[in-house]
């Protein structure tokens, strides 16, 4: 074990994927803090510094936020699909945006003995098992939103016509997408668009006002706006940055 181990990320098991992105794993800890931006998940996180271990629930976030690190700590991190982290927790996520909370009386399932791996072990795995056990004692229902966000996200359709998927009227869509995501399906809509331009910035041949083009902006001007306004800074200067280590990538 090196003093400071690389993050690492996996995928869940099958049955788990509908709801649950990925895990994330950081040991030994030498970061103090590290920027979340905007990307419509909720995230639980366990910390743990070989003595003792806490859990805490991460809304998602509607601008540029800095959370404080311990160093040398082991980070766990579950990643929840936008809109699926009902399924395990109970709150809902709008009450959870913008801030984070203890775990303790809002998870919906025991940790077990999942605290004592975080040093070492195999916790993807565990994770994997305690997960799947919920499920099966309390199945998962979907809901017309689920089509709804995946909508927004994917394929960019027009808020109208996700409502229309949704089956019922405008306002009670944006209601419940807000209860459920966390953030009204405009701003989803946007914070989807961004979260793919940082994908893409990296991995691109194309210059920034053809990916503005290509992503659906205006022009390079109204993306270089969108970024300042989730990641407070330019997409030129955001390239720049260090990978983020409680962000979805």
């Not at 509607?62 to 404080?68: K, M, N």
């Not at 098992?129 to 394929?155: F, M, N």
């Amino acid at each position: 074990m090196t003093p400071s181990d690389p993050l690492l990320i996996a995928r869940p098991a099958p049955a788990l994927r509908p709801y649950v992105s990925h895990y994330w794993l950081s040991r030994h800890n030498r970061d103090d803090r590290q920027t979340l931006l905007p990307d419509g998940a909720v995230d639980l996180v366990l910390v743990g510094d070989g003595a003792s271990v806490q859990a805490g629930v991460y809304g998602t976030t509607t601008t540029r936020q800095e959370v404080a690190l311990a160093s040398g700590a082991h980070y766990l991190g579950v990643r929840f699909h936008p809109g699926q982290s009902r399924h395990f927790l109970r709150a809902a996520a709008a009450e959870l945006t913008d801030t984070h909370e203890p775990a303790q009386g809002l998870l919906a399932f025991d940790l077990q003995d999942l605290p004592e791996q975080l040093a070492a072990g195999p916790v993807f795995a565990l994770l994997d098992a305690l997960l799947e056990r919920h499920l099966q004692a309390c199945p998962p229902s979907a809901l017309p939103l689920d089509l709804a966000i995946r909508g927004l996200a994917l394929t960019g359709m027009p808020v109208a016509q996700a409502a229309r998927v949704y089956g019922k009227s405008l306002r009670q869509f944006e209601r419940q997408f807000q209860l459920e995501v966390g953030v009204g399906p405009k701003l989803y809509a946007r914070i989807a668009r961004f979260q793919h331009a940082l994908r893409r910035l990296t991995d691109s041949t194309l210059t920034l006002a053809e990916l503005a083009a290509d992503l659906g902006y205006s022009d390079q001007s109204h993306m270089s706006h969108e970024f300042r306004r989730f990641a407070g800074l330019s997409p030129a200067a955001y390239a720049r940055q260090p990978v983020d280590f409680l962000q979805d990538r």
